[in-house]
């Protein structure tokens, strides 16, 4: 074989961080090492797997190509060397979720995970839909739960659950003891909801397709938490997932508003790397996931 597994995992954490240095770091390698390894790969065949743009390392067009190969060789390898080891855990396991799935889901699921699964390692990452899909695309994550749409050929997405947004005010607002409020009781309303780009605000701006460039959009805020403080203090109303909004309203801090003619039901999504080996961690996570609401 004239290439070996650790030219592999150079070529992939450059490709990751496209820098030799950054990924010499990861590897807890030199840098004259992971740099004499990636040249050594590339001479063995007489190609170029990176194009230089600025100090920058990109992938070249055959890089991007061989990429998910040697992603799943290298994962297909560990596999095969916990194998052998007589290792029986399920391994490493990466995890990305949208804030609302991750701040008020992920973590009980994790927790759930390791009590099946003792030794595994398991690390969560939050951001919003656009950053989850984007950061398993490029073979940064393992498995991605999002609450928003997400098209990439290189992932495969499939249907988790169902949710629900509910627009909601403080307790002392003018139009919280409305039986049901009408479009233009919506586009007077000073309005606080999630940036663009999360599958939140995706599903808000669906739902008031036909009036959405007149609603009036007072802030746009990252966090669900902030979101609620925001509204709570009087500075508008808010749309948020049902799940994101049961604390306050058992409290009394907060108030659903009817909407009833207006569709804020959406989707949670699993999505993962077309081209990913998946580990035993990965399946067993899956199967979870698939499991969890049927039971």
């Given at each position: 074989?004239?290439?070996?597994?650790?030219?592999?995992?150079?070529?992939?954490?450059?490709?990751?961080?496209?820098?030799?240095t950054r990924a010499a770091q990861a590897l807890a390698m030199s840098q004259s090492a992971a740099s004499g390894a990636l040249k050594e790969l590339e001479g063995q065949f007489g190609v170029?797997?990176?194009?230089?743009?600025?100090?920058?390392?990109?992938?070249?067009?055959?890089?991007?190509?061989?990429?998910?190969?040697?992603?799943?060789?290298?994962?297909?390898?560990?596999?095969?060397?916990?194998?052998?080891?007589?290792?029986?855990?399920?391994?490493?396991?990466?995890?990305?979720?949208?804030?609302?799935?991750?701040?008020?889901r992920a973590v009980n699921m994790l927790a759930d995970f390791r009590s099946r699964f003792p030794g595994a390692r398991v690390a969560l990452r939050v951001a919003n839909t656009q950053s989850i899909a984007e950061s398993v695309a490029r073979f940064e994550l393992d498995v991605g739960l999002i609450e928003g749409e997400f098209h990439h050929p290189d992932l495969d997405i499939r249907h988790w659950r169902g949710d629900e947004l509910?627009?909601?005010?403080?307790?002392?607002?003018?139009?919280?003891?409305?039986?049901?409020?009408?479009?233009?009781?919506?586009?007077?309303?000073?309005?606080?909801?999630?940036?663009?780009?999360?599958?939140?605000?995706q599903a808000f701006d669906r739902a008031m397709h036909g009036i959405l460039t007149d609603l009036n959009i007072e802030l746009e805020l990252q966090h669900t938490e902030a979101i609620k403080r925001a509204v709570e203090?009087?500075?508008?109303?808010?749309?948020?997932?049902?799940?994101?909004?049961?604390?306050?309203?058992?409290?009394?801090s907060l108030v659903p508003l009817p909407i009833r003619h207006r569709d804020f039901s959406r989707e949670w999504y699993l999505i993962t790397h077309r081209h990913k080996y998946h580990s035993a961690a990965v399946r067993e996570w899956l199967a979870m996931c698939q499991s969890e609401w049927l039971d």
């Amino acid at each position: 074989m004239r290439y070996s597994l650790r030219q592999l995992e150079v070529f992939l954490a450059t490709a990751r961080h496209e820098n030799v240095t950054r990924a010499a770091q990861a590897l807890a390698m030199s840098q004259s090492a992971a740099s004499g390894a990636l040249k050594e790969l590339e001479g063995q065949f007489g190609v170029l797997l990176f194009d230089r743009v600025g100090k920058r390392l990109q992938l070249s067009e055959l890089g991007r190509q061989l990429r998910p190969r040697a992603e799943s060789l290298l994962a297909q390898a560990r596999a095969f060397e916990e194998a052998l080891a007589a290792d029986h855990s399920v391994g490493d396991l990466e995890v990305g979720a949208t804030l609302t799935i991750g701040n008020y889901r992920a973590v009980n699921m994790l927790a759930d995970f390791r009590s099946r699964f003792p030794g595994a390692r398991v690390a969560l990452r939050v951001a919003n839909t656009q950053s989850i899909a984007e950061s398993v695309a490029r073979f940064e994550l393992d498995v991605g739960l999002i609450e928003g749409e997400f098209h990439h050929p290189d992932l495969d997405i499939r249907h988790w659950r169902g949710d629900e947004l509910l627009a909601f005010a403080a307790p002392g607002h003018p139009l919280a003891r409305r039986r049901a409020l009408q479009d233009a009781d919506l586009v007077a309303l000073p309005w606080i909801v999630r940036e663009t780009g999360s599958g939140t605000r995706q599903a808000f701006d669906r739902a008031m397709h036909g009036i959405l460039t007149d609603l009036n959009i007072e802030l746009e805020l990252q966090h669900t938490e902030a979101i609620k403080r925001a509204v709570e203090a009087g500075l508008g109303v808010g749309c948020l997932s049902r799940i994101a909004l049961e604390d306050a309203f058992n409290r009394g801090s907060l108030v659903p508003l009817p909407i009833r003619h207006r569709d804020f039901s959406r989707e949670w999504y699993l999505i993962t790397h077309r081209h990913k080996y998946h580990s035993a961690a990965v399946r067993e996570w899956l199967a979870m996931c698939q499991s969890e609401w049927l039971d």
